[in-house]
Structures are given as structure tokens and as C-alpha cells.
């Protein structure tokens, strides 16, 4: 057999895919292109089968589907700005007051805390380490211990006390 490539006289070809054209062509020469008759053993029939049902994914998919998350991404940047813009404003010694308020009730910081459904180390962090819960939970440590957490007049406070 002649290789169509370099002409030379071969025992047996392979046939190769070069630059879109199919060659029959020698060992050495078969390099150059793709093969087309895989030496390995063939696709079981299930499998060829199944090939057509692949979905086919077209480039124009992905690219939509991109800009509609960057959108939700903005979108929830600004809603997380306007909920942070109104956080209450609180009396300078809040923390001490939390403290106190619970040390008067003889409340651990754990019962504190379960009362709160939080961790023990949150109430630890709001009495020492000033972290600042989020105003949902303000109204319940308020209503919770009987206090006041916030900066009010206080005329408002002495009104609030009933
Ligand atoms: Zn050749």
C-alpha cells in the first residue's frame, strides 16, 4: 500500500483526517492528522445511541444567562443599602445596660441567650466586645430584659417604663 502523503510503500495505512481531507497514509505520516478508525475497541451500541440526546448548548445561552445575574446582583446591593440606613441609634452604654439588666434578673448569659436563640458567645461579644446586634434583636433584648438599648429623650424613656 502507498501512503497519499508521502507516497512511500507500507505494509498497512491509517486513515487520517489532515486539513479536512481523508488520507490513507503510513505510520510516521499519521502523526499530521486526526485518526479516524480508533485502534481501541468500539462504543458499545447503548452508547451510540444515546449520543443524539445530548443537549447542544449554544454560545448565546450562557452569555444571558450572565446578565441576568449580574442584575440580581445589583439589584440586592441596593436593597442591602436601604436596610442598612435605618439601623437605630443607641444610648452610648448600651452594652452596660444589657449586662446590668441581666445580672439584676441573675440570668446567665447563657439563659440570656437561649432566650435570644443565640449563641452564648454573641451575648458574651454584645456585653464586652460592643458588636452590635441587629435592631431585630434590640427589641427583643429590650423587651426581653425590660430595658431600653436606645438613644431617646428622656421624657420618651420615663414614658416607655409602665
Ligand atoms: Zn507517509
Given at each position: 500500500m502507498l501512503c497519499e502523503m508521502c507516497g512511500t510503500e507500507v505494509e498497512s495505512t491509517n486513515r487520517v483526517k489532515i486539513e479536512g481531507s481523508v488520507l490513507s497514509?503510513?505510520?510516521?505520516?499519521a502523526r499530521f492528522g486526526v485518526a479516524i478508525d480508533p485502534p481501541?475497541?468500539?462504543a458499545p451500541v447503548s452508547d451510540t445511541a444515546f449520543q443524539p440526546t445530548r443537549?447542544?448548548?449554544?454560545?448565546?445561552?450562557p452569555v444571558s444567562m450572565g446578565d441576568r445575574l449580574s442584575a440580581?446582583?445589583?439589584?440586592?446591593?441596593?436593597?442591602?443599602?436601604?436596610?442598612?440606613?435605618p439601623e437605630m441609634?443607641?444610648?452610648?452604654d448600651w452594652m452596660k445596660?444589657?449586662?446590668?439588666?441581666?445580672?439584676?434578673?441573675?440570668?446567665t448569659p447563657e439563659e440570656l441567650a437561649k432566650k435570644l436563640n443565640e449563641k452564648k458567645s454573641?451575648?458574651?461579644?454584645?456585653?464586652?466586645a460592643g458588636f452590635r446586634p441587629p435592631d431585630a434583636m434590640i427589641r427583643k433584648i429590650e423587651h426581653l430584659l425590660k430595658i431600653r438599648l436606645r438613644a431617646e429623650p428622656e421624657a420618651a424613656t420615663a414614658a416607655a417604663g409602665n
Amino acid at each position: 500500500m502507498l501512503c497519499e502523503m508521502c507516497g512511500t510503500e507500507v505494509e498497512s495505512t491509517n486513515r487520517v483526517k489532515i486539513e479536512g481531507s481523508v488520507l490513507s497514509v503510513c505510520p510516521s505520516c499519521a502523526r499530521f492528522g486526526v485518526a479516524i478508525d480508533p485502534p481501541a475497541t468500539p462504543a458499545p451500541v447503548s452508547d451510540t445511541a444515546f449520543q443524539p440526546t445530548r443537549p447542544v448548548t449554544g454560545a448565546s445561552v450562557p452569555v444571558s444567562m450572565g446578565d441576568r445575574l449580574s442584575a440580581g446582583r445589583r439589584r440586592l446591593e441596593e436593597r442591602d443599602l436601604y436596610r442598612e440606613l435605618p439601623e437605630m441609634e443607641l444610648a452610648p452604654d448600651w452594652m452596660k445596660r444589657i449586662r446590668a439588666a441581666r445580672e439584676k434578673l441573675a440570668w446567665t448569659p447563657e439563659e440570656l441567650a437561649k432566650k435570644l436563640n443565640e449563641k452564648k458567645s454573641v451575648v458574651l461579644k454584645m456585653e464586652s466586645a460592643g458588636f452590635r446586634p441587629p435592631d431585630a434583636m434590640i427589641r427583643k433584648i429590650e423587651h426581653l430584659l425590660k430595658i431600653r438599648l436606645r438613644a431617646e429623650p428622656e421624657a420618651a424613656t420615663a414614658a416607655a417604663g409602665n
